[in-house]
């Protein structure tokens, strides 16, 4: 090397030339411009999306569309409201079902079971999370569903009294049926966040409700459950947004009748799923309706989701001791991996 | 007096805390055998009808479409095997590379800055966008757009936006705990900063890289709804991009709609061999990633 550390231009002998120096700018460069890439991409897609739900919007409003209780092909009429009702009940049902199973086994998992049966329990538990969705619709429109219906008609019968509930004729494809297979798939999700979560709860806090004299269930009840609140909540939002979003199973389970039913073993339809089942041969209004629809369904997921997890990142990072901001990374992208699971 | 058994008596846990305490152990323990009927129930119905369908023609030759009559005339489910391997190559073809990219972006340049966690929200907001609005995003842009109609490629890159946000987000963990001396050692031996990305950060990654591209493929395998309207259905086995394909789920979901059994039963057997397929890409991703010696 030259005894000079300065050269004649001003630049250390140490700095790489220009030429050299380039890959590394074009590798930063472009880097930043395909993370930038992927924002633009939601926004043009929001936009466009919007652009195509228009003329259906334009015709029947906004909440006209949302909240019309119209979903009528030949009459070119549309209202979104049996489809948005659909989506909720059905999604509701799932969680009912769903997350108190799922933060069953997250409990059993972290703090009940022997060791040795902790790693396949979770192996199982997520096995379930590799089902494809039209392998759950399959066994639930050919399996599960003709098998309970006499065991659903016979609750029909007996609650008649309860108005929704009870009366009218259950059918094979109904909405109770749609919110239990949801509620099997959306398990393994609250399930491994939910266990996430619980595992983020202090030892001490355990050591100290079993050191007063708690039983492992009164532990459990005082000092894991309260401290997981929030993370669960946000599970069990997260589970909400796929069984929101799910389409393929229900659109075999629902039934495909746009109409409000009446009662929890009717059919009816939801968002997702009278995209997936009427897109194919929908023309102009309809097809713009359609857009619409999953215009609403958008909204719908993104909020949910947003919810979900601002919950679930409050309650990993908030009750931790402080640390630094490196530390601060490292946990939030241990819980969104596990988030988009 | 005997004190000492007077005291013992108070601080014993009474046999209701304990009848309690039972009872809430075992409703745990059922809720968790609750859990796992579902899947035994599957993978019984799974296995009984779908190893019936299986033979030797179901995988060599194309469903003919004819759905009226005895099985041997309904054919095999070969252009749907082809297809899905072929739109998932092509969708992890686009997706590996640039979801790895914004993770890279993410650990290496972005890190902690205000911009940096924007584009983790975005990706997080893609991880919970339905599936279904995949394909409308697709259908917008590429056939609304181009005035064509479905095509393989169009489906790929449907199936390449869902597995975006799942390749990054892995990604993005491993290359976490790539420990910091390892960069700054190279750095300080002079490498520039490239050299240290791949040469140095995203081989010591590879085998965790590897674990979440496989899974996000495993993902990416079963769904249905983002080829509805992008790929289409077809019969025929074919390799063009360009032109229609057939793919496992597709052929499933036409199938489950039919009324005749031997069709159905068509439906159990590419079920099988679908879920079969996911599950060897997850257990080859369990594998991967316990040889590991990060992530």
Redesign the interface.
């Known amino acids: 090397m030259e005894s000079a550390s300065i050269t004649s231009s001003g630049h250390s002998a140490l700095e790489?030339p220009l030429l050299?120096?380039l890959?590394?700018r074009?590798?930063?460069y472009?880097?930043?411009a395909?993370?930038?890439s992927?924002?633009a991409l939601?926004v043009y897609?929001f936009i466009?999306?919007v652009g195509?739900a228009g003329p259906a919007f334009a015709k029947f409003g906004v909440l006209g569309f949302t909240f019309g209780n119209d979903w009528n092909v030949s009459a070119n009429h549309f209202g979104a409201l049996p489809l948005l009702v659909g989506t909720l009940i059905t999604s509701a049902l799932a969680l009912l079902i769903g997350v108190?199973?799922?933060v069953?086994?997250a409990?059993?998992?972290t703090e009940?079971?022997p060791r040795r049966v902790r790693g396949p329990?979770t192996i199982?538990?997520e096995?379930?999370a590799?089902?494809?969705?039209?392998?759950?619709?399959?066994?639930g429109?050919?399996?599960?569903a003709p098998k309970l219906q006499p065991a659903e008609q016979w609750v029909a019968d007996r609650l008649s009294f309860i108005p929704f509930v009870g009366g009218g004729l259950v059918t094979i494809p109904n909405y109770f049926i749609t919110g239990l297979v949801l509620a099997?798939m959306i398990?393994p999700i609250v399930?491994s966040i939910s266990r996430e979560v619980m595992s983020t709860v202090p030892v001490d806090h355990k050591e100290a409700a079993l050191g007063l004299?708690a039983?492992?269930?009164?532990m459990?009840?005082t000092a894991v459950l309260p401290y997981c609140r929030t993370g669960i909540t946000g599970a069990a939002m997260?589970g909400l947004?796929r069984a929101?979003?799910?389409?393929?199973a229900v659109t075999?389970l629902i039934g495909d009748a746009p109409q409000l039913s009446n009662h929890l073993f009717g059919q009816g339809y939801s968002l997702?799923a009278v995209?997936?089942n009427e897109?194919?041969e929908a023309q102009e209004l309809h097809r713009s309706a359609l857009?619409a629809a999953?215009l609403v369904?958008?909204v719908l997921?993104?909020l949910?989701?947003?919810a979900?997890?601002v919950l679930v990142m409050r309650s990993s990072r908030s009750k931790r001791p402080k640390r630094s901001?490196?530390d601060?990374?490292?946990s939030?992208?241990?819980v969104?991996?596990a988030?988009?699971? | 007096m005997s004190t000492d058994a007077h005291m013992l008596e108070r601080?014993a846990?009474s046999a209701k805390?304990?009848r309690?305490?039972r009872l809430?152990?075992s409703?745990?323990?059922g809720?968790?055998a609750?859990?796992?009927i579902?899947?035994a129930?599957?993978v019984y119905?799974?296995l009984s009808k779908g190893l019936g369908s299986w033979s030797w023609s179901f995988f060599t030759t194309d469903p003919t479409g004819n759905t009226f009559f005895a099985s041997s005339s309904i054919g095999g489910i070969k252009s749907a095997i082809l297809g899905t391997i072929e739109i998932v190559a092509v969708a992890s073809a686009l997706a590996v590379p640039?979801g790895i990219?914004?993770a890279?972006?993410?650990v290496?340049?972005?890190?902690?800055s205000r911009?940096?966690h924007?584009?983790?929200?975005?990706?997080?907001?893609?991880?919970?966008?339905?599936?279904?609005?995949f394909g409308?995003?697709v259908?917008?842009?590429l056939i609304?757009g181009t005035g064509s109609s479905y095509a393989a490629y169009k489906g790929a890159f449907a199936l390449a936006l869902l597995m975006?946000?799942?390749v990054t987000?892995?990604a993005?963990?491993v290359l976490?705990l790539i420990p910091g001396a390892l960069r700054e050692s190279a750095l300080a031996l002079g490498a520039?900063?490239?050299r240290v990305?791949f040469k140095i950060v995203l081989p010591t990654a590879l085998p965790g890289l590897v674990t979440g591209v496989l899974?996000a493929i495993?993902r990416a395998?079963?769904?249905?709804?983002p080829l509805?309207?992008t790929a289409g259905a077809t019969l025929k086995s074919g390799f063009s991009l360009n032109g229609f394909m057939n793919s496992l789920?597709i052929q499933?979901?036409t199938d489950?709609?039919s009324a005749t059994t031997s069709v159905?039963n068509r439906?159990?057997g590419a079920?099988l061999t679908?879920?079969v397929m996911?599950?060897l890409l997850?257990l080859f991703a369990r594998l991967v990633a316990r040889r590991s010696s990060v992530g």
């Open positions: 790489r050299a120096r890959p590394d074009l590798l930063k472009g880097l930043t395909l993370a930038t992927i924002l939601i897609f466009r999306l195509e108190p199973v799922a069953a086994t409990v059993y998992v009940l079971c329990v199982l538990i096995l379930l590799a089902v494809p969705s039209v392998v759950y619709g399959l066994w429109i050919f399996f599960l099997i398990l399930s004299g039983t492992r269930w009164e459990i009840r997260l947004g929101i979003g799910e389409t393929i075999i997702a995209i997936a897109f194919g857009f999953g369904l958008f997921t993104l949910v989701n947003v979900a997890r901001a490196r601060f990374g490292e939030d992208t241990a969104g991996a988030l988009s699971r | 601080f846990v805390r304990r309690r305490d809430a152990r409703a745990i323990l809720a968790t609750i859990a796992l579902p899947l129930l599957i119905y799974l640039i990219g914004v890279v972006w993410l290496e340049y972005g890190r902690n911009f940096a924007t584009v983790r929200f975005f990706v997080d907001v893609l991880t919970g966008v339905p599936s279904i609005m409308l995003f259908y917008i842009v609304i975006l946000p799942v987000r892995s993005e963990v976490l520039p900063r490239w990305i899974l495993a395998a079963g769904e249905t709804a509805l309207f789920p499933i979901y489950v709609t159905v439906a159990w079920a679908l879920v996911i599950l997850n």
